[in-house]
């Protein structure tokens, strides 16, 4: 079993910062690529930010150059630094993650969703 917990969503103004984190925890000996996620109200869910288990990253057109997804591998952690917030970025955002577990000769993936947090960005 594996889970998938995000914090540091918040109330904050536009041109603000926040530091989304995602903690993996339960069965796992690996935590592969990762991607940020948000729904907006009324809005389709979006890929925010991705990063692979080699820290390649990829990024939506709508926060590049605003947003940086980083990992810590030996924290199981994945954080989303957003900084120059804008009220367009309000939403849910969801951690998503591919993680490993091995066993005596095989090795089964498991595709995990955290809660959410949620992000409001005042005008």
């Known amino acids: 079993q594996v889970e998938l917990v995000e914090s540091g969503g918040e109330l904050t103004q536009a041109g603000g910062s926040l530091r989304l984190s995602c903690v993996a925890s339960g069965d796992i000996d690996s935590i592969n690529n990762v991607g940020w996620y948000r729904r907006a109200p009324g809005k389709q869910r979006e890929l925010v930010a991705v990063?692979?288990?080699?820290?390649?990253?990829n990024y939506a057109d709508s926060v590049k150059g605003r947003f940086t997804i980083s990992r810590d591998n030996a924290k199981n952690t994945v954080y989303l630094q957003m900084n120059s917030l804008k009220p367009e970025d309000t939403a849910v955002y969801y951690c998503?993650?591919?993680?490993?577990?091995?066993?005596?000769?095989?090795?089964?993936?498991?595709?995990?969703w955290g809660q959410g947090t949620q992000v409001t960005v005042s005008s």
């Open positions: 990063i692979t288990n080699s820290g390649s990253t």
């Open positions: 998503n993650a591919e993680t490993g577990k091995r066993g005596s000769g095989y090795y089964t993936t498991v595709d995990s």
